[in-house]
Nanobody
Framework: VQLVESGGGLVQAGGSLRLSCAVSGLSLDDYAIGWFRQAPEKDREGVSSVSPGEITSYADSVKGRFTVSSDKRKNTVYLQMNSLEPDDSAVYYC????????????????WGQGTQVIVAS
């Protein structure tokens, strides 16, 4: 199983980025994919998730700004991030859970290496 994040980078506040999580070795028909982030000296937090049935969930801090979606043909999950704020700066990880997952990182079994997002003020 492999999860590979991409799409991170440096962006000005108010800008947008789209993160991708390319998944191999498991099917999005069976696994939920969650997005998590960790800023320096902070705990990792759940950002968003999408279930096999494409039910989505979001942390309150990103509702209305971030959108998660999945492309099962490509076995890839995306996180569209709009209206980015400096507090969104973190390493973003995607992870896979055989179930619904939601935003509880304890439910997730497989993790990617992360992609850095820096939002400049």
């Amino acid at each position: 199983v492999q999860l590979v994040e991409s799409g991170g980078g440096l962006v000005q506040a108010g800008g947008s980025l789209r993160l991708s999580c390319a998944v191999s070795g498991l099917s999005l028909d069976d696994y939920a994919i969650g997005w998590f982030r960790q800023a320096p000296e902070k705990d990792r937090e759940g950002v968003s998730s999408v279930s096999p049935g494409e039910i989505t969930s979001y942390a309150d801090s990103v509702k209305g700004r971030f959108t998660v979606s999945s492309d099962k043909r490509k076995n890839t999950v995306y996180l569209q991030m709009n209206s980015l704020e400096p507090d969104d700066s973190a390493v973003y990880y995607c992870a896979a859970d055989y179930g619904f997952g939601y935003l509880d990182e304890r439910e997730y079994t497989f993790w990617g290496q992360g992609t850095q997002v820096i939002v400049a003020s």
